[in-house]
């Protein structure tokens, strides 16, 4: 069968070689929206990566210094956390950070991608970490039965 065949159903003819230059042009429109979405994502990514990275470092010094203080053993929690305050202030924007989701944001490009190539699986595609597609060969189907 070639590309210039035509399939008529009665009052029109389609022309087979149409249908696929349709089919084309959506797929590298699909592909082109899917690699400027994760594209995008990248930056507001790598800026709460940053931020994220800083508080648990912020965080890790104060946790080091609180629990290296002598006098941190001797006397009541609440009044060790006001002798400590960076500690305190830091590990408290850490949870503050974890509540409004900021884990999520830090892997969104990722999980974008795994949902995309959840939809992409029926269609026998996949996409990269980039959002380029990434067509999958035709599965093989055993046409006898083995016993």
């Known amino acids: 069968m070639s590309l210039e065949q035509t399939a008529c159903d009665g009052k029109t003819c389609v022309s ?9 042009t959506d797929l590298k429109a699909f592909e ?18 940053i931020l994220l990275g800083v508080a648990s470092v912020s965080t890790a010094i104060g946790a ?6 002598p006098m941190t053993a001797m006397v009541p ?3 060790s956390l006001w002798n400590h305050p960076y500690f305190f202030f830091t590990s408290i924007l850490l949870i503050l950070l974890f509540l409004f989701g900021i884990h999520k944001r830090v892997i969104a490009p990722s999980i974008i991608t795994a949902r995309t190539r959840t939809v992409l699986a029926d269609f026998n595609m996949s996409c990269d970490e980039t959002g380029k597609l990434i067509l999958k060969p035709r599965p093989t189907v055993n046409t006898y039965n083995r016993h």
């Not at 087979?16 to 084309?24: C, F, G």
């Not at 082109?32 to 990566?49: D, F, G, H, S, Y």
């Open 16 to 24: 087979i070689a149409n249908i696929l230059r349709k089919q084309i």
């Open 32 to 49: 082109r929206r899917l690699t400027e979405v994760i594209a995008c994502l990248q930056p507001a990514t790598m800026r709460w990566r």
């Open 64 to 69: 080091w210094y609180w629990l290296t203080d």
């Open 77 to 79: 929690f609440s009044l």
